[in-house]
């Protein structure tokens, strides 16, 4: 596998697979999927041939360029996109309680 990882915290942000073709300009990466402006090499480290842990997923890990570390702050993006729609519904609920004691 192929990870990119950001520079400043040495999260691993993506992977790829070793057939993918990734590369890693100064200011973008352009792979066989995608190109994304803003991540490049003042930014972000390519490694390769890497064996990704169990349950990696974008940003769940730190990498030096040798070893795997869980990364604490990690949330899963499904439990996280679930609160905030729990969040939403309560505000939007509320609003619209209050416009509704507002206009009787």
């Given at each position: 596998?192929?990870?990119?990882?950001?520079?400043?915290?040495?999260?691993?942000?993506?992977?790829?697979?070793?057939?993918?073709?990734?590369?890693?300009?100064?200011?973008?990466?352009?792979?066989?999927?995608?190109?994304?402006?803003?991540?490049?090499?003042?930014?972000?480290?390519?490694?390769?041939?890497?064996?990704?842990?169990?349950?990696?997923?974008?940003?769940?890990?730190?990498?030096?360029?040798?070893?795997f570390a869980?990364?604490?702050?990690?949330?899963?993006?499904?439990?996280v996109r679930?609160?905030?729609?729990?969040?939403?519904?309560?505000?939007?609920?509320?609003?619209?309680?209050?416009?509704?004691?507002?206009?009787?």
């Amino acid at each position: 596998m192929k990870i990119l990882v950001r520079k400043s915290d040495m999260v691993a942000v993506r992977a790829f697979q070793d057939s993918e073709n990734v590369v890693l300009d100064q200011d973008k990466y352009v792979s066989t999927r995608d190109i994304v402006y803003g991540v490049g090499r003042k930014t972000h480290a390519l490694y390769q041939n890497v064996t990704l842990p169990e349950g990696f997923a974008p940003e769940k890990f730190f990498y030096n360029g040798s070893v795997f570390a869980p990364n604490p702050d990690w949330k899963d993006p499904a439990t996280v996109r679930a609160d905030e729609d729990a969040a939403w519904a309560g505000t939007d609920k509320d609003r619209l309680e209050k416009l509704a004691r507002e206009t009787r």
